[in-house]
Every structure is written in structure tokens, then in C-alpha cells.
């Protein structure tokens, strides 16, 4: 089944349960000034589960577009080195707003994997929040499933994606318990199921939350029950057309495939195996989409967050040779892939092209010299495993490199990078800006001075961003 089938029946199955179909909403939200980039469906019906929003229907069903590249949320680490996670993905969804609730939302979903996408049910196990009976009994009850196929977890495994059984949105918003279904690869690939120790790898992958949303956490850490228990659900559209198509990788899906080949021809590589070839073609789509939504890039914000995966995908082509433009060329493969299921990319695929040629041409700039710079501060380590603060950030002030992509190319060699020296140095720039800035005043008589003074410095480590993320885990 092809990825645009799959979203059709999806939507298609929970609009025969009488569910609305409601159209993705933007990247950037426009309900939630503390949220980076939309992360999960729920973002545009935040104010339905707290009754602050009426809508005609109580039922609703989405393929939503999602950014995790910042924040509480952020994968952009993860690409190129696991199977599952992108920085732009869809997240297929299903809402009860006050309508139903647990055992709707677990028989559905069951339906939905095993007798429409007709999945193998022995591959599949759930987890449920660990004090969760009910949750626990519909599926072992009603749905049929042998106890040991439903494991118990609590708040935090502690596992490196910190996820858990309680979905919050973030320190303040609605809440509550979770179940989620995961599938197994086989034993082939290396991982444990959820709550074992080896559980990050990526045997076992989570496929769909089904969130219970029961509360609204207020600043204070209080947990206020909602107008009416309500379901959020979400399931990553590449995860499950990897299943359907059987493929373990999302990368190796149909769309993927054709995005990977294209970024191979673009920059003149044959080993489509590369993990480079997966990160461009993550990227472009990520990138695409937040120009799409209106997002430009910029040295703060959601502009410096684009910046910086325009950033990382160029130098990952540079690693592959190509030493010209390339990226903006892709959108056009992209738009073969996506653009029947987004009208708005086929519109603005012109404009979108354009701001990444104009990009990529001005880090092309500095991006071989930096480069070179980094791989001779790395060659003269020895045995050192850091690489200096000093060189992170002088690779940040004076040849555009974002922190994220120095310690890509850190971690691509077995290195780590010294935040601290680099926190440090930056300080001192910092410093250095507002004396200056200050002694121009008194020189200029008093003619303020804007960006300079102004300028406190990124909270690049960070995601680049002070606001909060929706967590959905
Ligand atoms: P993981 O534990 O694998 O990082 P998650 O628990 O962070 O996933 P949720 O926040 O529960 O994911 O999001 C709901 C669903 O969205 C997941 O079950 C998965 O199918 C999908 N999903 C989440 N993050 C990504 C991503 N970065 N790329 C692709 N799909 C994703
Ligand atoms: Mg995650
Ligand atoms: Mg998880
Ligand atoms: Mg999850």
C-alpha cells in the first residue's frame, strides 16, 4: 500500500465511524505562541479538550503535518541514525471530543491494524499507563490479548526518549494516561520491547498513541479534570507504511525511496545506501514545509531552526562530494511525492526552491572553509575526545555553523563538543557587544544602536527557542 493510499484509509475508516475530516493545519500554530512548530494532531483542537472552542462535531480525524526539530521535542538528532524518526512527519489522527472514550478509542485503533491494514496481530503489543485497570482489561477482555502482550509502564522508564505512559502538554495543558501499540521487526534487529532495558533500539517501534486526555495541568501542578474525558490519538504515517510495505526503515517507504534517489542524482552519488542520502531527504522535507507555512529563515526562532536543517543537509551533500547548490532542486521530487496530498506545496514550490537556492549559496560561502577549520582542529586531538569550545564557536561566529551541525560532524567521528567553552566564549561575546555598543552610544551622542545592543545570543543548545513544546509521549 502506497503512503497516500494508506493516509486515504485511514481518513476514510474513522469517517465511517463518523468522524469529521479535518484538514492539517499549519507548521507554525497559530493557537499556541509557546509552541515552536506543530508536533502532534491534537495542536489545532488544543482548545476543544479544554472547552474553551466549540465545534460542529465531536468526532474528528486528521493527517497532520509535524516539525519535532526543537524544544521538548526534538529529533533532529535522531535522523540518520534510527529507523523511525524524522523531523518532519504526518501524524494520522483520531479525536473524541467528549463523545468517546477508552474503549471506543482502543477498539478502533485495534480494528483500524488488524482488520482493515489486516497486520498480523502476534507482532503487535501495547503498553497502557501502569495504574491504568480499565485500559489494561479492555485490551486483555475485550479485545482479546494475552496478558504478557500488555506491559505496564509508568511515568518514566527512563529510557534515552524519556517516554512514558502519561502524555502531558508540557508543564501546563491537558493530560492523561496513555496506551500505545507497538510492533516487532523481528528479531533480526536489534531492541527490546517497551520497559526493557534495551527498548531505544528499534525492534519493537511505536506505532500509535491513543491518549485518554483527562486532565488540564495548571501552572501550579495541579490537575484539574477536563469538561468531558476526551481521546487523542496519533500514529506516524511513514512507521506504519514501513510495516505495510515490508520494510523495517520509514526510509525505506516508496516516498522515501523516490526522495532519496532523487537527492542521489543531485549530488552525484550511486550508494543509496548513505546515511547522508536519509538526511537530505528528511530534511527537504521539513525545510519545504516550513517555508510552505511561512517560515524564513533567519538568526532567531522558528527562521534559525530552519537555518539550521537547511544548514546540516548542505553540509551532508558536501560530505557526499557535491560542492555546488543542490538542495533547492529537490523540491521538485518533493513535490511528486506530497504534492497531490498538499495543494499548497504545489503552489508555492517556486518560492520554496528560491529561498533555499538563496540559502544555500550564502553558507556555500563559508562552508568549505569552516569545514576545513573543524577537520584540523579534529585532526590535531590526538587522543582528546572533545573538541574545544573556542573552535564551536568560532565555527558559529564567523562561518555560520550552527552548533547542531558541529556536533553532527563531532559525533559522525566519535567526538563530543565542549558546550561549556562554547557557553563561555559566547558570554564573552556577549559582553564584548554590549560595551561596545554602549561606548557607541556616548560617541554617537545617544543614537541607539538596535541589533547590537539588543542581542543576547541564541539559546541554540536548546533548540534555539525559549518557548515551550507540546510533549506528547
Ligand atoms: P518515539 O518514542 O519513537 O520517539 P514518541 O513516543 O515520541 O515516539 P508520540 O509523541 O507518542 O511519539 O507521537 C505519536 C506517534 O507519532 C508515534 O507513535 C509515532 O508513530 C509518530 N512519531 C513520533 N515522532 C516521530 C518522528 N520523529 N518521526 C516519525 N514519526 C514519529
Ligand atoms: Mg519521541
Ligand atoms: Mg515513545
Ligand atoms: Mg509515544
Redesign the pocket.
Given at each position: 500500500m502506497k503512503s497516500s493510499e494508506l493516509r486515504q484509509s485511514f481518513l476514510s475508516y474513522f469517517e465511517s465511524k463518523q468522524h469529521q475530516i479535518v484538514d492539517s493545519s499549519s507548521l507554525v500554530p497559530g493557537n499556541d505562541p509557546t509552541l515552536l512548530f506543530t508536533n502532534?494532531g491534537m495542536v489545532q483542537f488544543k482548545d476543544v479538550f479544554l472547552g474553551d472552542d466549540i465545534r460542529p462535531y465531536t468526532r474528528a480525524t486528521s493527517s497532520q503535518r509535524c516539525v519535532?526539530a526543537g524544544g521538548k521535542?526534538n529529533?533532529l538528532e535522531?535522523v540518520g541514525y534510527t529507523a523511525?524518526?524524522?523531523?518532519f512527519?504526518e501524524?494520522l489522527g483520531n479525536f473524541s471530543f467528549g463523545d468517546y472514550f477508552k474503549r471506543e478509542a482502543i477498539g478502533y485503533a485495534w480494528e483500524f491494524l488488524t482488520v482493515v491494514l489486516k497486520l498480523p496481530t502476534e507482532k503487535l503489543l501495547v503498553t497502557v499507563y501502569a495504574e491504568d485497570d480499565e485500559a489494561f482489561d479492555i485490551w486483555h477482555k475485550e479485545i482479546g490479548l494475552p496478558k504478557d502482550k500488555i506491559i505496564r509502564i509508568g511515568d518514566n522508564k527512563g529510557g534515552r526518549?524519556q517516554?512514558d505512559n502519561f502524555w502531558a502538554m508540557g508543564d501546563t495543558g491537558p493530560c492523561g494516561p496513555c496506551s500505545?501499540v507497538f510492533y516487532d521487526h523481528g528479531e533480526h534487529i536489534w531492541g527490546g520491547p517497551p520497559g526493557s532495558p534495551e527498548e531505544d533500539g528499534d525492534r519493537f517501534?511505536?506505532?500509535?498513541?491513543v491518549v485518554f486526555m483527562q486532565f488540564n495541568r495548571s501552572a501550579s501542578g495541579e490537575m484539574a479534570a477536563l469538561p468531558k474525558p476526551s481521546v487523542d490519538t496519533?500514529?506516524?504515517l511513514?512507521?506504519i507504511a514501513a510495516i505495510l510495505q515490508g520494510v523495517h526503515s520509514?526510509y525505506e517507504i516508496d516516498l522515501f525511496q523516490n526522495l532519496i534517489s532523487a537527492a542521489a542524482k543531485a549530488v552525484g552519488t550511486d550508494d543509496l545506501t548513505s546515511q547522508s542520502l536519509r538526511v537530505i531527504a528528511d530534511h527537504i522535507r521539513s525545510c519545504s514545509f516550513m517555508i510552505v507555512d511561512g517560515v524564513v529563515p533567519s538568526n532567531e526562532g522558528r527562521g534559525y531552526v530552519l537555518r539550521r536543517i537547511v544548514r546540516r543537509a548542505v553540509r551532508h551533500g558536501n560530505k557526499l562530494g557535491q560542492n555546488g547548490v543542490f538542495f533547492h532542486t529537490l523540491v521538485e521530487a518533493l513535490d511528486v511525492e506530497m504534492g497531490d496530498a498538499y495543494p499548497e506545496l504545489r503552489k508555492l514550490k517556486e518560492r520554496v526552491a528560491s529561498i533555499l537556492l538563496k540559502e544555500e549559496e550564502q553558507f556555500a560561502k563559508t562552508l568549505d572553509q569552516g569545514m576545513k577549520i573543524l577537520e584540523d582542529a579534529i585532526s590535531q586531538l590526538g587522543d582528546e575526545k572533545v573538541i574545544p569550545g573556542e573552535t564551536v564557536f568560532k565555527l558559529y561566529d564567523t562561518y555560520g555553523f550552527p552548533v547542531d551541525l558541529t556536533n553532527d560532524v563531532a559525533r559522525e567521528n566519535e567526538l563530543e563538543i565542549d558546550e561549556e567553552g562554547f557557553e563561555v566564549a559566547m558570554e564573552a561575546q556577549r559582553t564584548r557587544a554590549r560595551s561596545a555598543s554602549n561606548f557607541s552610544m556616548d560617541m554617537s551622542g545617544g543614537v541607539t544602536i538596535d541589533s547590537v545592543t539588543e542581542f543576547t545570543g541564541y539559546d541554540y543548545l536548546e533548540g534555539q527557542c525559549e518557548v515551550e513544546t507540546i510533549l506528547?509521549?
Open positions: 502532534a519535532r521535542h529529533d535522531n523511525r524518526h524524522h523531523t512527519f501524524m526518549y517516554s500505545e517501534i511505536e506505532i500509535w498513541n496519533g500514529m506516524g511513514e512507521r520509514n506528547v509521549d
